[in-house]
């Protein structure tokens, strides 16, 4: 290894060691009250070296949530090109909460929302960050089913919208106003349910007409 490739994987090591004592920093304490010396000293760094990295906690937190947000609503790789509807709304549905409550997203946006008033830029790339890629992809997977014929034409956009609204009105929303909240036991009976609500409404039945219920 030369020398300047060992000081950029030093540096990468010890902004990847920021990142981690922040994240949980942030968690911990919330953003106001989190400080950048008790990061850096987590992180085993000086505040100096922190500040080469982040010119500011709001860029620090910035990063901890864009961190986040590369495990939420990227669903290209969880379906096979023959993956049916039904199937389809339930591994989204399940890689979702998967997300929200394994890696803590939840207690991010927590955080997040309690910063809007004084941070609204921050608030507003977040939101892009995790609902509205996750949105996209969501709805990228509902065009590829709908160009298979296995949906009914329509505006996917909005079928996005609800297909995901009724995941965060089942599980996130409660989430977001009672930390100790846990996925309940019918979690699953839950989100069936729920795909039976999507598939009434735009899924195709075996005479190629579209299912009511």
């Known amino acids: 290894m030369g020398l300047e490739e060992y000081r950029r994987s030093v540096s990468e090591s010890k902004r990847a060691s920021i990142l981690r004592a922040a994240r949980a920093a942030f968690l911990k304490d919330?953003?106001?009250?989190?400080?950048?010396?008790?990061?850096?000293?987590?992180?085993?760094?000086?505040?100096?070296?922190?500040?080469k990295h982040f010119d500011s906690k709001e860029e620090l937190f910035a990063a901890v949530a864009k961190d986040a947000?590369?495990?939420?609503?990227?669903y290209s790789h969880l379906l096979?090109?023959?993956?049916?509807?039904?199937d389809a709304f339930l591994t989204l549905s399940r890689a979702y909460l998967a997300t929200q409550f394994e890696n803590h997203v939840n207690d991010l946006?927590?955080?997040?929302?309690?910063?809007?008033?004084?941070?609204?830029?921050?608030a507003r790339e977040m939101m892009d960050l995790i609902v509205g890629r996750r949105h996209r992809s969501l709805q990228n997977v509902i065009d590829k089913l709908v160009d298979q014929g296995l949906l009914r034409p329509h505006d996917t956009t909005l079928s996005a919208k609800l297909a995901s609204g009724m995941i965060k009105e089942l599980f996130v929303w409660p989430a977001l106003f009672n930390a100790d909240f846990r996925l309940?036991?019918?979690?699953?009976?839950k989100i069936d349910m729920?795909?039976?609500v999507f598939l009434a409404r735009y899924g195709i039945d075996t005479t190629g007409q579209g299912m009511t219920g």
């Open 30 to 51: 919330g953003f106001s009250r989190a400080a950048v010396a008790e990061i850096a000293n987590m992180a085993d760094v000086s505040t100096a070296t922190l500040y």
């Open 69 to 74: 947000a590369m495990s939420v609503g990227d």
């Open 80 to 86: 096979d090109p023959d993956t049916a509807p039904r």
């Open 109 to 122: 946006m927590r955080i997040i929302i309690a910063e809007v008033p004084s941070h609204p830029e921050l």
């Open 184 to 189: 309940p036991e019918d979690t699953e009976a």
């Open 194 to 196: 729920a795909a039976n």
